[in-house]
C-alpha cells in the first residue's frame, strides 16, 4: 500500500438551508500516483467532494488531510498548492487574454520569478501539446483546447494531485479524447495523482479504481472490473454500462459461451474467437 | 447580429501600431485627446486629419473595415453636426428657408466639432484595433504604478480591466444565442413599437445577468483555486518592452502639437 | 411540414476580415415526419444549418422552403413569425433563455408570443411540463430554484408548449448524466411519434443518430458529406473514421469481429440486438448452439 495523498475521514456536508446532507460519513484514502475516478448521477455529492477538498467549502464534520496537512482555513494555501482543479466550464476557468497568460496566472500569484515562469509556462504548454498557440486568445479556441490549457496552468504549479471537476463533461467528443489523452499521458510520464470526478464510464474505466456515489455516500469502491460487474445496479444509480459490459450480457443471455463480463472490445473479440473456434 | 461593432475590437496584423509598447500607445491617445482642442481652423484640423489617417494607414487595419464598424457613431456625428446647423448663429447667413437659417458659423463649428468627434474616435479605436486588451491593461498599470503609494488600487482595478475585457467576446456570443434562443420563442428584436422593443428587452437581459453572475462566481472560484488572493507579492509574466519606435512616435506627436500650436489662430 | 435546403451557402460577416464560408452548397429534403440527425465536428457547419430551419439566419445564396413559405437572401420578409411559430428550437444548453419570475410563465412566454390566449398557453404548460418528466408543482417556482437537469426540461417544455410541427434539437443532453440523457431523447422519440412530428437532430452522438434518426444528413467543413438511412451511412465506417468521426459502438465491434472472424455479417447492423442475432447465427452455423 502506497502513502495516502488525501485523506478524508468521517466527512459530512450539508449547504445553507438545505435539509439534506450533500455528503454523508465520507471516508476514503487517495494513494499517491493513482488514478481515482469518482462517479455518480448528478447531485449525488461527487462536485461537493471537488469543492471541500479544495477548501472552498468546510466539511460540516470530519476532517481532511492533504500531502500531511491538516485541512483548515489557515492552511488553506499550503494545500491548494497540492492541489491543482480544472472545473466544468472551459471558458469560465481562463484568466489569462492568451494562452500563455492564462498558464502564467497560478504562477504569478505564487511569486514565482519571471524567468522561471517562462520556462514553466513553456515546457507544461508543450506537456498538452498547447505550445504552438500562445498568444491565441480563448475565444479562438475550441474547448478541448481550453481545457488543455487548464491542465497546463495547473502543471506549472506542479502540484501533487489534479483534479478534474467533470472536466470533460462540456466537450465534444474530439475535445474530450483530447483531453483524456492528455490525462493519460501525464499519467504516465509524471508520476502524477489523478483524481476524475465524472459521469462518464468511458473515462472512468481508464482509472485504476472507481468510486461510486450515490444520495452523498460512498455506495461501492473498486477497480473499474469490478464496478462494472455491477450491472443494471449501475443503471439504477443513473449511469450507464459500458458497452463491452452490454454487448458480454446480451450475447451471455443467448446462450453464447462468454464467462463474464468484458471491459474491452478487444477481450470480448477474444472471447469470442476461442470458444468459436474451439468447437 | 452584433459582428459589425468595431469598437473594442482588436485585429491580428503585423504592424508598426501593433509592434508598439502599450505605453507609448496610451500616452500618444491621451496627449491627442488633449491636442485635438488646440485645433481651430482649417488647417489646424487639416494637420490633425493627416496624422490620424496616417496613424490608420500605419495600423495595417483595412480602413473600409473601420469605417463599417462607426456606422452607428456616424449617426452620433451627424446628430451633432445638426444641432450646431440649428444653434449656432454666428456670421453671414448662409442660406434661409422658412424659419431655418443656417449661419455661416454655424456651419463651420458643425464641421469642426464632428470632424474633432470622428477623430477622436477614430484614434481612439485605433488603440483597441491595434492592441490586445491586456497589453493595455498592463500599459495602464505600468502607467498608473506610482498611485500606489497612495492606497489607489491599481492592481486590482487593471485585473478587473483586462477580466472584463476578456469576457466581451463571451458575453457578445453569449448575447447572440440568447437572442437567437428568444427569436425562437417568438420574440422580434429587429422592429415592432418602441414599447415592444422595450419588452423584448428583459427576456434577453435577465438571462444575460443571470449567466453573467454565473460565470463570475465561477471565475472567482477558479482563481482562487489557482492561489489569487491579491495583488501582494505576485510578480508579473508580461514584460513591457520601449523600443526606438515608441520613442519615434512620441516625437512625431509633439511635432504634431508644435504645428498645431503655431497654425491655430 | 416539409423542409428542404437547396444550394444553401451561408457567410458569416461578410465584408469583414474574419469573414468566413460555413455552408456551401448544402441541399437537404426534410419530409414531413421524417428524424433527420445532423452529424459532424464543431464547426462543420451544424448549428448553421439549425439556425436556417427557423429562418434566424437566410442563406446569403440558395434558398429554403419551409412549408409553403421561401427563405432567401433577396427579399425582406415579413411572415417569419409564422415560421418560427412552426419550427421550435431548442438551443444547446436552452437553459440559459429561462427569464421569467415563475416556470409556468416562463413555459407561457413562447406560446403567447405567438398569439395563444393566456388560458390556452396555461393549458399547454401544464401539458408540457408533465411531458418533459416534471409535476405540476413546478410551475409555481421560479427557474432559478431548480437544478440544472430540471432547468433544462422547464426549458424544453418551453419550446414543447408552441406546438411546432418541426422540432429542432442542437444538442439536447449535453452535460447530462446518462440517465438523464437517456429520458430526454426516450421522450422526444416518443413525441416525434406520437405527433408526427418531423424531428432534427443534431448531434455528436452517433449512438443517438443511429439509433432514433430515420436520415443521417453527415456534414463536413460546410459540406454535405453524405446523407443516407443509418444503416446506409454506416455501412462503410472507414470514411468517417477518417474525418475523425466517430462510429456506433456496435458498428465498431462487428468491424472488429469481421475483421478477427473473417466474415461479412449480412447487413451493418445498427443495434446491440441486431448484432447479438448476427453473432448468435454465427456460432449456430459452427453447430454448437440450436
Same mark, same amino acid.
Given at each position: 500500500?502506497?502513502?495516502?495523498?488525501?485523506?478524508?475521514?468521517?466527512?459530512?456536508?450539508?449547504?445553507?438551508?438545505?435539509?439534506?446532507?450533500?455528503?454523508?460519513?465520507? $471516508?476514503?484514502?487517495?494513494?499517491?500516483?493513482?488514478?481515482?475516478?469518482?462517479?455518480?448521477?448528478?447531485?449525488?455529492?461527487?462536485?461537493?467532494?471537488?469543492?471541500?477538498?479544495?477548501?472552498?467549502?468546510?466539511?460540516?464534520?470530519?476532517?481532511?488531510?492533504?500531502?500531511?496537512?491538516?485541512?483548515?482555513?489557515?492552511?488553506?494555501?499550503? %494545500?491548494?498548492?497540492?492541489?491543482?482543479?480544472?472545473?466544468?466550464?472551459?471558458?469560465?476557468?481562463?484568466?489569462?487574454?492568451?494562452?500563455?497568460?492564462?498558464?502564467?496566472?497560478?504562477?504569478?500569484?505564487?511569486?514565482?520569478?519571471?524567468?522561471?515562469?517562462?520556462?514553466?509556462?513553456?515546457?507544461?504548454?508543450?506537456?498538452?501539446?498547447?505550445?504552438?498557440?500562445?498568444?491565441?486568445?480563448?475565444?479562438?479556441? $475550441?474547448?478541448?483546447?481550453?481545457?488543455?490549457?487548464?491542465?497546463?496552468?495547473?502543471?506549472?504549479?506542479?502540484?501533487?494531485?489534479?483534479?478534474?471537476?467533470?472536466?470533460?463533461?462540456?466537450?465534444?467528443?474530439?475535445?474530450?479524447?483530447?483531453?483524456?489523452?492528455?490525462?493519460?499521458?501525464?499519467?504516465?510520464?509524471?508520476?502524477?495523482?489523478?483524481?476524475?470526478?465524472?459521469?462518464?464510464?468511458?473515462?472512468?474505466?481508464?482509472?485504476?479504481?472507481?468510486?461510486?456515489?450515490?444520495?452523498?455516500?460512498?455506495?461501492?469502491?473498486?477497480?473499474?472490473?469490478?464496478?462494472?460487474?455491477?450491472?443494471?445496479?449501475?443503471?439504477?444509480?443513473?449511469?450507464?454500462?459500458?458497452?463491452?459490459?452490454?454487448?458480454?450480457?446480451?450475447?451471455?443471455?443467448?446462450?453464447?459461451?462468454?464467462?463474464?463480463?468484458?471491459?474491452?472490445?478487444?477481450?470480448?473479440?477474444?472471447?469470442?474467437? %476461442?470458444?468459436?473456434?474451439?468447437? | 447580429?452584433?459582428?459589425?461593432?468595431?469598437?473594442?475590437?482588436?485585429?491580428?496584423?503585423?504592424?508598426?501600431?501593433?509592434?508598439?509598447?502599450?505605453?507609448?500607445?496610451?500616452?500618444?491617445?491621451?496627449?491627442?485627446?488633449?491636442?485635438?482642442?488646440?485645433?481651430?481652423?482649417?488647417?489646424?484640423?487639416?494637420?490633425?486629419?493627416?496624422?490620424?489617417?496616417?496613424?490608420?494607414?500605419?495600423?495595417?487595419?483595412?480602413?473600409?473595415?473601420?469605417?463599417?464598424?462607426?456606422?452607428?457613431?456616424?449617426?452620433?456625428?451627424?446628430?451633432?453636426?445638426?444641432?450646431?446647423?440649428?444653434?449656432?448663429?454666428?456670421?453671414?447667413?448662409?442660406?434661409?428657408?422658412?424659419?431655418?437659417?443656417?449661419?455661416?458659423?454655424?456651419?463651420?463649428?458643425?464641421?469642426?466639432?464632428?470632424?474633432?468627434?470622428?477623430?477622436?474616435?477614430?484614434?481612439?479605436?485605433?488603440?483597441?484595433?491595434?492592441?490586445?486588451?491586456?497589453?493595455?491593461?498592463?500599459?495602464?498599470?505600468?502607467?498608473?504604478?506610482?498611485?500606489?503609494?497612495?492606497?489607489?488600487?491599481?492592481?486590482?482595478?487593471?485585473?478587473?480591466?483586462?477580466?472584463?475585457?476578456?469576457?466581451?467576446?463571451?458575453?457578445?456570443?453569449?448575447?447572440?444565442?440568447?437572442?437567437?434562443?428568444?427569436?425562437?420563442?417568438?420574440?422580434?428584436?429587429?422592429?415592432?413599437?418602441?414599447?415592444?422593443?422595450?419588452?423584448?428587452?428583459?427576456?434577453?437581459?435577465?438571462?444575460?445577468?443571470?449567466?453573467?453572475?454565473?460565470?463570475?462566481?465561477?471565475?472567482?472560484?477558479?482563481?482562487?483555486?489557482?492561489?489569487?488572493?491579491?495583488?501582494?507579492?505576485?510578480?508579473?509574466?508580461?514584460?513591457?518592452?520601449?523600443?526606438?519606435?515608441?520613442?519615434?512616435?512620441?516625437?512625431?506627436?509633439?511635432?504634431?502639437?508644435?504645428?498645431?500650436?503655431?497654425?491655430?489662430? | 411540414?416539409?423542409?428542404?435546403?437547396?444550394?444553401?451557402?451561408?457567410?458569416?460577416?461578410?465584408?469583414?476580415?474574419?469573414?468566413?464560408?460555413?455552408?456551401?452548397?448544402?441541399?437537404?429534403?426534410?419530409?414531413?415526419?421524417?428524424?433527420?440527425?445532423?452529424?459532424?465536428?464543431?464547426?462543420?457547419?451544424?448549428?448553421?444549418?439549425?439556425?436556417?430551419?427557423?429562418?434566424?439566419?437566410?442563406?446569403?445564396?440558395?434558398?429554403?422552403?419551409?412549408?409553403?413559405?421561401?427563405?432567401?437572401?433577396?427579399?425582406?420578409?415579413?411572415?417569419?413569425?409564422?415560421?418560427?411559430?412552426?419550427?421550435?428550437?431548442?438551443?444547446?444548453?436552452?437553459?440559459?433563455?429561462?427569464?421569467?419570475?415563475?416556470?409556468?410563465?416562463?413555459?407561457?412566454?413562447?406560446?403567447?408570443?405567438?398569439?395563444?390566449?393566456?388560458?390556452?398557453?396555461?393549458?399547454?404548460?401544464?401539458?408540457?411540463?408533465?411531458?418533459?418528466?416534471?409535476?405540476?408543482?413546478?410551475?409555481?417556482?421560479?427557474?432559478?430554484?431548480?437544478?440544472?437537469?430540471?432547468?433544462?426540461?422547464?426549458?424544453?417544455?418551453?419550446?414543447?408548449?408552441?406546438?411546432?410541427?418541426?422540432?429542432?434539437?442542437?444538442?439536447?443532453?449535453?452535460?447530462?448524466?446518462?440517465?438523464?440523457?437517456?429520458?430526454?431523447?426516450?421522450?422526444?422519440?416518443?413525441?416525434?411519434?406520437?405527433?408526427?412530428?418531423?424531428?432534427?437532430?443534431?448531434?455528436?452522438?452517433?449512438?443517438?443518430?443511429?439509433?432514433?434518426?430515420?436520415?443521417?444528413?453527415?456534414?463536413?467543413?460546410?459540406?454535405?458529406?453524405?446523407?443516407?438511412?443509418?444503416?446506409?451511412?454506416?455501412?462503410?465506417?472507414?470514411?468517417?473514421?477518417?474525418?475523425?468521426?466517430?462510429?456506433?459502438?456496435?458498428?465498431?465491434?462487428?468491424?472488429?469481429?469481421?475483421?478477427?472472424?473473417?466474415?461479412?455479417?449480412?447487413?451493418?447492423?445498427?443495434?446491440?440486438?441486431?448484432?447479438?442475432?448476427?453473432?448468435?447465427?454465427?456460432?449456430?452455423?459452427?453447430?454448437?448452439?440450436?
Amino acid at each position: 500500500m502506497t502513502d495516502a495523498v488525501v485523506r478524508i475521514e468521517n466527512v459530512s456536508f450539508k449547504y445553507d438551508g438545505q435539509s439534506d446532507f450533500a455528503l454523508n460519513n465520507v $471516508s476514503l484514502h487517495i494513494n499517491d500516483g493513482e488514478w481515482l475516478a469518482i462517479v455518480g448521477h448528478n447531485g449525488s455529492g461527487k462536485s461537493t467532494m471537488a469543492k471541500l477538498l479544495n477548501g472552498l467549502q468546510t466539511p460540516s464534520e470530519g476532517s481532511i488531510q492533504i500531502c500531511g496537512i491538516e485541512l483548515t482555513e489557515e492552511t488553506v494555501w499550503d %494545500t491548494r498548492k497540492q492541489i491543482g482543479m480544472v472545473f466544468q466550464n472551459p471558458d469560465n476557468q481562463f484568466v489569462g487574454s492568451t494562452v500563455q497568460d492564462d498558464v502564467a496566472f497560478g504562477l504569478e500569484n505564487n511569486g514565482v520569478p519571471r524567468e522561471e515562469m517562462v520556462q514553466r509556462v513553456k515546457t507544461s504548454l508543450e506537456k498538452v501539446k498547447m505550445d504552438k498557440f500562445l498568444d491565441q486568445e480563448p475565444h479562438h479556441l $475550441s474547448g478541448g483546447q481550453k481545457q488543455r490549457v487548464a491542465i497546463a496552468g495547473v502543471l506549472a504549479l506542479r502540484p501533487k494531485i489534479i483534479l478534474l471537476d467533470e472536466a470533460t463533461s462540456m466537450l465534444d467528443p474530439r475535445g474530450r479524447e483530447e483531453v483524456l489523452q492528455t490525462i493519460r499521458e501525464l499519467k504516465e510520464s509524471n508520476q502524477m495523482t489523478v483524481v476524475s470526478i465524472t459521469h462518464d464510464l468511458e473515462e472512468a474505466a481508464k482509472a485504476d479504481r472507481i468510486i461510486v456515489m450515490n444520495k452523498g455516500q460512498l455506495y461501492r469502491e473498486g477497480t473499474p472490473e469490478e464496478i462494472f460487474q455491477m450491472d443494471e445496479e449501475l443503471v439504477e444509480l443513473g449511469l450507464d454500462i459500458p458497452f463491452p459490459v452490454k454487448m458480454s450480457k446480451l450475447l451471455k443471455s443467448k446462450g453464447i459461451p462468454i464467462n463474464k463480463h468484458y471491459l474491452t472490445e478487444e477481450e470480448l473479440v477474444a472471447q469470442l474467437w %476461442t470458444s468459436h473456434s474451439n468447437k | 447580429m452584433m459582428e459589425k461593432m468595431i469598437i473594442g475590437r482588436y485585429i491580428p496584423v503585423e504592424s508598426p501600431l501593433h509592434r508598439m509598447d502599450p505605453r507609448a500607445k496610451l500616452m500618444i491617445v491621451f496627449l491627442f485627446v488633449c491636442i485635438v482642442f488646440l485645433a481651430n481652423n482649417a488647417i489646424t484640423y487639416g494637420i490633425l486629419a493627416v496624422y490620424t489617417f496616417l496613424m490608420v494607414f500605419a495600423s495595417k487595419v483595412p480602413f473600409r473595415y473601420i469605417m463599417g464598424g462607426l456606422k452607428i457613431v456616424f449617426w452620433l456625428i451627424l446628430f451633432t453636426m445638426i444641432l450646431h446647423l440649428f444653434l449656432t448663429k454666428e456670421g453671414d447667413i448662409l442660406f434661409q428657408w422658412g424659419w431655418f437659417t443656417v449661419y455661416e458659423g454655424g456651419l463651420r463649428q458643425g464641421i469642426f466639432i464632428s470632424m474633432r468627434f470622428f477623430l477622436l474616435i477614430l484614434m481612439t479605436s485605433l488603440l483597441t484595433l491595434t492592441t490586445t486588451p491586456i497589453e493595455i491593461t498592463d500599459g495602464l498599470e505600468e502607467l498608473l504604478g506610482p498611485l500606489k503609494k497612495f492606497k489607489f488600487p491599481v492592481h486590482e482595478l487593471a485585473l478587473m480591466m483586462s477580466i472584463s475585457l476578456r469576457f466581451i467576446p463571451t458575453l457578445m456570443d453569449e448575447t447572440d444565442k440568447i437572442m437567437k434562443a428568444q427569436t425562437a420563442r417568438g420574440v422580434d428584436f429587429s422592429g415592432g413599437t418602441i414599447k415592444e422593443r422595450i419588452n423584448s428587452i428583459i427576456p434577453l437581459l435577465i438571462p444575460l445577468f443571470i449567466s453573467s453572475f454565473k460565470r463570475a462566481e465561477e471565475l472567482a472560484v477558479a482563481m482562487e483555486a489557482r492561489g489569487y488572493r491579491g495583488g501582494e507579492g505576485r510578480t508579473k509574466y508580461r514584460l513591457l518592452q520601449w523600443s526606438l519606435l515608441d520613442t519615434g512616435m512620441l516625437i512625431l506627436l509633439a511635432l504634431v502639437t508644435l504645428l498645431l500650436a503655431v497654425f491655430r489662430m | 411540414m416539409d423542409i428542404s435546403l437547396q444550394q444553401v451557402e451561408y457567410r458569416y460577416q461578410v465584408n469583414s476580415p474574419f469573414e468566413h464560408l460555413a455552408l456551401e452548397d448544402v441541399s437537404i429534403d426534410i419530409p414531413s415526419g421524417t428524424y433527420l440527425a445532423i452529424i459532424g465536428h464543431t464547426g462543420s457547419g451544424k448549428s448553421t444549418i439549425l439556425q436556417h430551419l427557423n429562418a434566424i439566419l437566410k442563406p446569403t445564396k440558395g434558398k429554403v422552403i419551409i412549408g409553403d413559405q421561401e427563405v432567401t437572401n433577396a427579399k425582406k420578409q415579413k411572415n417569419l413569425k409564422s415560421i418560427r411559430k412552426k419550427v421550435g428550437i431548442v438551443f444547446q444548453f436552452p437553459e440559459h433563455q429561462l427569464f421569467e419570475e415563475t416556470v409556468e410563465k416562463d413555459i407561457c412566454f413562447g406560446p403567447m408570443n405567438f398569439g395563444v390566449s393566456e388560458s390556452e398557453a396555461k393549458r399547454r404548460a401544464r401539458e408540457a411540463i408533465l411531458q418533459v418528466g416534471l409535476s405540476e408543482e413546478i410551475l409555481a417556482k421560479s427557474p432559478f430554484d431548480l437544478s440544472g437537469g430540471q432547468m433544462r426540461r422547464v426549458a424544453i417544455a418551453g419550446v414543447l408548449a408552441m406546438e411546432p410541427d418541426v422540432i429542432v434539437l442542437d444538442e439536447p443532453t449535453a452535460g447530462l448524466d446518462p440517465r438523464g440523457r437517456k429520458e430526454i431523447m426516450d421522450m422526444f422519440y416518443r413525441l416525434h411519434k406520437d405527433r408526427n412530428l418531423s424531428t432534427i437532430l443534431v448531434t455528436h452522438s452517433m449512438e443517438d443518430a443511429a439509433l432514433y434518426a430515420d436520415q443521417i444528413v453527415v456534414m463536413h467543413q460546410g459540406k454535405v458529406f453524405k446523407k443516407g438511412s443509418p444503416r446506409e451511412i454506416f455501412q462503410s465506417p472507414v470514411g468517417l473514421m477518417e474525418l475523425g468521426l466517430d462510429v456506433p459502438e456496435v458498428v465498431r465491434f462487428q468491424n472488429k469481429l469481421e475483421d478477427t472472424f473473417h466474415v461479412k455479417f449480412s447487413k451493418t447492423c445498427v443495434t446491440l440486438e441486431e448484432l447479438t442475432e448476427e453473432i448468435h447465427r454465427l456460432f449456430k452455423k459452427v453447430g454448437e448452439l440450436t
